[in-house]
């Protein structure tokens, strides 16, 4: 079956410009993960859903940062005013919500570049 | 906080021998730890995963971890590297209710 597609695959931008990055979780999960993966670096956790709400949006660095998934699929990851501190690879993943250790299924990641 | 601690940022194998790469976990309570792989422009990929019970576990692609909760350790081993096995890889623990906390990856280069 599909897996998590996330798009767009790359995405550039101007400091100062609104971007947002749509993930498609596999079908049925219900919840879902934003990471944010720097050069180097492990991916860090941003927010993650269960259903529609934000279970945890501790990771969030700023109020530039928001995330929604208003049918508790598809969830988009919104950045305003981007920074070039910004630049990263957003990674997103599901997992089928049953249980607190149930494997989370990475999908390719976005990344976006500010300049 | 839970953290994970990965010493090596990158390990050189031949291709054939065995390869062990190393993972460190602070956590107060019994950890739920994970391996993952990384390849160019692919996604984490879960290698094998850690809960509860025996403490070597065996995951895809050949690779196994042993957990040692007297050195907090949690060890990737595979006892012969293929070429294919070049990638990033990456340790976990499980945080919060359910999010990750990853280290800052290992990056294995396979020489002929």
Known sequence: ?115 | AQSVTQPDIHITVSEGASLELRCNYSYGATPYLFWYVQSPGQGLQLLLKYFSGDTLVQGIKGFEAEFKRSQSSFNLRKPSVHWSDAAEYFCAVVSGYSTLTFGKGTMLLVSP
């Open chain 1, 1 to 115: 079956g599909a897996g998590v597609s996330q798009t767009p695959s790359n995405k550039v931008t101007e400091k100062g410009k609104y971007v947002e990055l749509r993930c498609d979780p596999i079908s049925g999960h219900t919840a879902l993960y934003w990471y944010r993966q720097s050069l180097g670096q492990g991916p860090e956790f941003l927010i993650y859903f269960q259903g529609t709400g934000a279970a945890d949006d501790s990771g969030l660095p700023n109020d530039r940062f928001f995330a929604v998934r208003p049918e508790g699929s598809v969830s988009t990851l919104k950045i305003q005013r981007t920074e070039r501190g910004d630049s990263a690879v957003y990674l997103c993943a599901s997992s089928p919500g049953t249980s607190g250790i149930d494997e989370q299924f990475f999908g390719p990641g976005t990344r976006l570049t500010v300049l």
